[in-house]
């Protein structure tokens, strides 16, 4: 991948940490750092599901954003976003309007690279 492409990828993935973030009135440095706190981990788990869902980013790219070490963390948030989707409405119905809401920004925002 070259560099400007890789730019703009994490580019895109760094609008959706920040957008969830403000939404969900959780700070960015609460998200990229270690706290396994049950509300902050959740939050981190839709970012990786929406970054997946939206983006070209491998698991590497998305691990590398949050701040983590590995991209077999990646995997298992995207799980467990997809777990949270089944077992709630009320998640199910906030990732879907985060993902209208990014899908509309990303479309028609032309990014910083």
């Not at 902050?40 to 990786?48: C, D, G, L």
């Not at 949270?84 to 028609?108: A, P, V, Y």
């Amino acid at each position: 991948m070259n560099k400007r492409k890789q730019r703009k990828l994490y580019a895109e993935i760094n609008f959706i940490i920040n957008y969830i973030s403000e939404e969900c009135e959780i700070g960015v440095r609460d998200i990229q750092s270690d706290t396994r706190a049950k509300h902050i981990a959740q939050v981190r788990h839709v970012i990786v599901w929406a970054s997946r869902l939206l983006t070209s980013a491998t698991w590497s790219n998305i691990s590398k954003a949050l701040r983590r070490t590995d991209h077999s963390t990646a995997i298992n948030s995207y799980r467990r976003a997809l777990m949270l989707r089944h077992q709630s409405t009320h998640h199910r119905l906030c990732m879907d309007r985060f993902i209208s809401h990014l899908r509309e920004e990303l479309k028609n925002r032309p990014l910083d690279v």
